[in-house]
């Protein structure tokens, strides 16, 4: 993966060593690593189908007399190609060819959906008194928070209430972090990436707010560093302020779930016999089953939803 699509590719040093020893380069392989990262398998699968190449090559030449051919041409001629064809109605189309990021991405999710056995558990919450909050943290904070961004710090304070839930899927073992590492996924003029907040259980929301704003900046301009996109065990997207009232994300590999935020909207509720209107949102975490089981899973949304419509906890 490259961090504007079409510039340096993000590779370990031990999958280039490999690339070099068998005189390959890494263009064309597609990394399935942290953030479309080129790591050892990718490269080893990669070489193992340049060999194949050259012995199914080398066995063809052996089964078959030397063809006698005129020299080669110093250069190859131009292909002559079809235009292509037209739909239906006579409009015709466009394509666009695919960008090295949107290539990993697609690998990626491909991959994560064929691979990670997915779950879904819904909620919805009052958030009202986190409006609230919000309004009050707005009039005295330099950087402005978003209803996102407070979001991120309740999935942190979450992770903390139920730890067991804070880790990912590895070969050999379930790897739990002490740290709460969360993603937030940003729709940049570059693509989809998810760079990665530091121990926001630790972090004020308008720092939160202040890292989140910078991410953003850095992915529109192609700058992200390949460790923003590394670590955690959790992702957040949301694409309530587009409207979108509920959705299911697909998880963001090595991570172990996403949370699918939705738009917030005045809802009828019935409190203590009381029917009354408040603002309800919905959130859909999905969740690889490896790692973490139903009952866990609900556990770990009763308390974000207890954290979001008490959120003074969050400053606690």
Known sequence: ?????????????????ILREAGLTPEGVIGTGPGGRIVRRDVEKAVEQARQAQAGTAT?????????????????????????????????YQEVPHSRMRRAIAARLTASKQSIPHFYVKRAARIDALLDL?????????????????????????HVAVPEANAIWTEDAVRVFGSVDVA??????????????????????????????????????GRLAQRDLEGGSITVTNLGMFGVEEFSAI????????????????????????????????????????????????????????????PLRLLA
């Open 251 to 310: 998880i963001n590999p090595p991570h172990s779930a996403i949370l699918a935020v939705g738009k917030g909207a005045p809802t009828p509720v019935v409190l203590d016999g009381v029917v009354e209107v408040a603002t309800v949102l919905s959130l859909v975490l999905s969740v690889d089953h490896r790692v973490i089981d139903g009952a866990l899973a609900a556990r770990w949304m009763d308390v974000l939803v207890t954290t979001v419509q008490e």
């Open 134 to 158: 919000r309004r009050q943290l707005n009039e005295v904070s330099a950087q402005k928070i978003s209803v996102n961004d407070l979001l991120l710090r309740a999935v942190a304070a979450t």
């Open 1 to 17: 993966m490259s961090s504007d699509g079409v510039g340096r590719v993000f590779i370990s040093p031990l999958a280039r060593r």
């Open 184 to 221: 937030v996924a940003v729709a940049s003029r570059r693509g989809l990436v998810t760079p990665v907040l530091r121990d926001v259980q630790n972090t004020a929301p308008s720092a939160i707010a202040r890292q989140t704003r910078e991410f953003v900046r850095l992915a529109d301009e």
């Open 60 to 92: 063809r030449s052996s089964s078959a007399p030397a063809p006698v051919t005129a020299p080669a041409p110093a250069t190859p001629p131009t292909p002559v190609t079809a235009p292509p064809p037209s739909e239906p109605d006579g409009r015709g």
